[in-house]
């Protein structure tokens, strides 16, 4: 099974930046998809939300609205990692995040242990 790890959370300021990085076991990346996912205080599991998305064939990108123009990802295979540059934090982007990794042709998702994001004003 794919392993996930995520890296890069941590406390900014309104306005900030960060970084955060998914590191995979993956070596292959053609026929799946990945992504980060938020789960904001007081929400639980089933309540995560898609932030941004990368396809491995193709480099498509989706993103949530609440990020678009802000959040971009980005796939390196060659470091066999995802990563989402997240500019101009708001306090609403406070959330633990959570790298994913799926199959293009099924639901079954991998899903990392996440990393917190707080954004303080």
């Known amino acids: 099974q794919v392993q996930l790890v995520e890296s890069g959370g941590g406390l900014v300021q309104a306005g900030g930046s960060l970084r955060l990085s998914c590191a995979t076991s993956?070596?292959?990346?053609?026929?799946?998809?990945m992504g980060w996912y938020s789960q904001p205080p007081g929400k639980d599991r089933e309540e995560r939300e898609l932030v941004a998305s990368i396809m491995g064939r193709g480099g498509g990108t989706g993103y949530a609205d609440s990020v678009k123009g802000r959040f971009t990802v980005n796939l390196d295979t060659a470091k066999n990692a995802v990563y989402l540059k997240k500019n101009t934090l708001a306090t609403e982007d406070t959330a633990i995040y959570y790298c994913?990794?799926?199959?293009?042709?099924?639901?079954?998702?991998?899903w990392g242990r996440g990393t917190q994001v707080v954004v303080s004003s």
């Open positions: 993956a070596r292959t990346f053609s026929n799946y998809e």
């Open positions: 994913i990794f799926k199959p293009t042709t099924t639901e079954v998702v991998t």
